[in-house]
């Protein structure tokens, strides 16, 4: 079973998070609707995007609104569902963490953001997620009936490294990016960036992002995308709320990495 149909929601959020956590669900319900088999969310999709309301949004794990109710829309819809990112408590410290869930409802995978967005860049952005978030340790490749699937969040895209070990150590045919770029740094990189992710590891790339929003602290880029292991952007979203629907084959990954085996390279 290679294909896949996917769902990105592009959605922006209230500053009240039960509002929010309401709108996901409709959203949720409306791209299930579509006859997706994976859904994802954007980063931080239920708090402002913004270090100072990290903690305050934040949710401890076993006492968590938002994960209950993620859980039960995978369980209710079949789907998978990467659950974008939430702010998580973990005793003093605060993480952006994605869960993953099967088509059961069971969690399946929990990935940390693992490179903070700490920029200063001169005259236009300063950001320093440190000051309040602490980086998560590990890579993260779940197992789902398709196949293995990375999952990094935001800035740890720009990694190419941890792809790449993602990909040969561990197995990822596809990566799912719950992202954040903003109207600085997105219309010069984010599809450079998510293209060359593709390339280099020959997979798929699997981006969702907030809207923009202009109630928001954050000016959120958007444009949620896909792409395919030959860097061809399937689908792209632009600034505004929308559900970004893709069927992709996985055949197409090891079509691509036998005609230019750049990962193996010793085989020919
Ligand atoms: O890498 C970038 O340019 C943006 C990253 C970002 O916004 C984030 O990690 O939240």
């Known amino acids: 079973m290679s294909k896949i149909k996917l769902a990105l929601v592009q959605m922006k959020g209230f500053s009240d998070k039960d509002k929010t956590i309401e709108k996901m669900k409709?959203?949720?319900?409306?791209?299930?609707?579509?006859?997706?088999?994976?859904?994802?969310?954007?980063?931080?999709?239920?708090?402002?995007?913004?270090?100072?309301?990290?903690r305050d949004y934040g949710e401890y794990e076993n006492d968590s609104k938002s994960i209950k109710e993620l859980s039960a829309l995978a369980k209710e819809f079949g789907v998978y569902l990467f659950g974008g990112t939430i702010s998580e408590l973990d005793e003093d410290k605060v993480y952006n963490t994605c869960?993953?869930?099967?088509?059961?409802?069971?969690?399946?995978?929990?990935?940390?953001?693992?490179?903070?967005?700490?920029?200063?860049?001169?005259?236009?952005?300063r950001f320093k997620e440190s000051d309040v978030l602490s980086p998560g340790e590990d890579l993260t490749v779940v197992n789902t009936e398709f196949g293995k699937i990375g999952v990094a969040v935001c800035y740890d895209v720009r990694f190419a490294g941890d792809f790449n070990k993602m990909t040969k150590e561990m197995g990822a045919l596809a990566f799912i990016v719950p992202a954040a770029f903003n109207t600085t740094?997105?219309?010069?990189f984010w599809q450079i960036i998510m293209q060359g992710r593709a390339v280099d590891n020959q997979s798929f790339i699997i981006a969702c992002a907030p809207a923009l929003d202009d109630n928001a602290p954050y000016d959120a880029y958007?444009?949620?995308?896909?792409?395919?292991?030959?860097?061809?952007?399937?689908?792209?979203?632009?600034?505004?709320?929308?559900?970004?629907?893709?069927?992709?084959?996985l055949s197409e990954v090891m079509e691509a990495r036998t005609q230019i085996p750049i990962l193996n390279p010793t085989s020919l």
């Open 26 to 54: 409709k959203k949720v319900a409306e791209a299930a609707a579509s006859g997706a088999d994976i859904i994802v969310l954007p980063e931080m999709w239920n708090c402002p995007y913004g270090t100072k309301f990290f």
């Open 99 to 125: 869960y993953v869930f099967d088509r059961q409802g069971e969690i399946i995978g929990k990935h940390r953001k693992h490179h903070l967005f700490d920029v200063d860049i001169k005259g236009k952005m």
């Open 185 to 188: 740094t997105g219309p010069r």
């Open 222 to 249: 958007g444009h949620s995308c896909v792409v395919s292991p030959w860097g061809e952007i399937i689908k792209m979203a632009e600034y505004e709320e929308t559900i970004v629907t893709a069927e992709i084959d």
